[in-house]
């Protein structure tokens, strides 16, 4: 099995940035599939950035703005976040195939 640990979020302005990053205790080089998820207040959890086979998807609401990376050599993934607003608030969570971590907070205010 394979256990997750985000970090990296926080109360930011909008406009602001934060770099989460998401360590896993086994490999991941061999994963096929993995990304993050957001779950906003009250709101059914949407996926923001993912990766498979076929290459990175962004929501479309975060292209240009997101950026998702891993490093195979350390178990670590990445999720770059720039220009931060108030709808991007929310607990962000890091999925490898099916396994999941416990989510960190980010939270923007006006």
């Known amino acids: 099995q394979v256990h997750l640990v985000e970090s990296g979020g926080g109360l930011v302005q909008a406009g602001g940035s934060l770099r989460l990053s998401c360590a896993a205790s086994?490999?991941?080089?061999?994963?096929?599939?993995m990304g993050w998820l957001r779950q906003a207040p009250g709101k059914e959890s949407d996926l923001v950035a993912g990766?498979?086979?076929?290459?990175?998807i962004y929501a479309e609401t975060v292209k240009g703005l997101f950026t998702m990376s891993r490093d195979n050599a350390e178990n670590m993934l990445y999720l770059q976040m720039n220009n931060l607003q108030p709808e991007d608030t929310g607990v962000y969570y890091c999925n490898v195939c099916d396994a999941w971590g416990q989510g960190t907070q980010v939270t923007v205010s006006s």
């Open positions: 086994g490999s991941i080089s061999s994963a096929v599939t």
């Open positions: 990766i498979s086979r076929f290459g990175t």
